[in-house]
């Protein structure tokens, strides 16, 4: 298996435009978890899904911040519009939900919001 | 929510050495996991510990837990530079949903 796919790897953006970030889970995960990384606040969970449905997304700090996952093998985080605080690592990771869960993280979304 | 929280924050060692990380949470949990994250990279399971273990062996990795302290250690032992990286923590709560919390990590430089 090729591990989480995250794309773009790196995303540069001018203030108020929309951006979209990809993620493709391991295939037969059930779980797929958005983080956000920045030196400041470590690492933060933005929104976690299960089966494919939204769980908890009381870590999304705004509402221009949405994320979807349309099937098993697709998630997208939203940020529209985007604002220089943003910037940040943004990590998708999978997992297969149980007592023992460990978590697989894609490389990353280097997002500068300029 | 629970957390956990690494200390030292960072280390730096001399090749061989070994490298020892503490972790504390605050609630009970199902288990403890902890990651490394090379620099530009995604964060690797490295090790899980459950709440009934109180030590765990992986390769040059040894995990402690301490339920009644809330606490764990992590030890890398005959350390090397490969194992330069930040080193993560993560609890699983044992209330509700069992999602993971994450430490705010630990940087360790092993020196050549």
């Known amino acids: 298996d090729a591990g989480v796919i995250q794309s773009p790897r790196h995303e540069v953006t001018e203030m108020g435009q929309e951006v979209t970030l990809r993620c493709k889970p391991i295939s037969g995960h059930n779980s797929l978890f958005w983080y956000r990384q920045t030196m400041m606040r470590g690492l933060e969970l933005l929104i976690y899904?299960?089966?494919?449905?939204?769980?908890?997304d009381s870590g999304m700090p705004e509402d221009r911040f949405s994320a979807k996952m349309p099937n098993a093998s697709f998630s997208t985080l939203k940020i529209q519009p985007s604002e220089p605080r943003d910037s940040a690592v943004y990590f998708c990771?999978?997992?297969?939900?149980?007592?023992?869960?460990?978590?697989?993280f894609g490389s990353g979304t280097q997002l500068s919001v300029l | 929510s629970q957390q956990g929280e690494e200390d030292p924050q960072a280390l730096s060692i001399q090749e061989g050495e070994n490298a020892t990380m503490n972790c504390s949470y605050k609630?009970?949990?199902?288990?403890l996991q902890w990651y490394r994250q090379n620099s530009g990279r995604g964060l690797v399971h490295l090790i899980l510990i459950r709440s009934n273990e109180r030590e765990k062996h992986s390769g040059r990795l040894r995990v402690t837990l301490d339920t009644s302290k809330k606490s764990s250690s992590l030890l890398i032992t005959a350390s090397r530079a490969a194992d330069t990286a930040s080193y993560f923590c993560a609890t699983a709560s044992s209330y509700g949903n069992n999602r993971l919390a994450f430490g705010k990590g630990n940087q360790v430089v092993v020196i050549p």
């Open positions: 990771a999978s997992g297969q939900q149980g007592a023992d869960e460990k978590l697989f």
């Open positions: 899904f299960n089966n494919n449905v939204p769980i908890d």
């Open positions: 609630t009970s949990i199902n288990n």
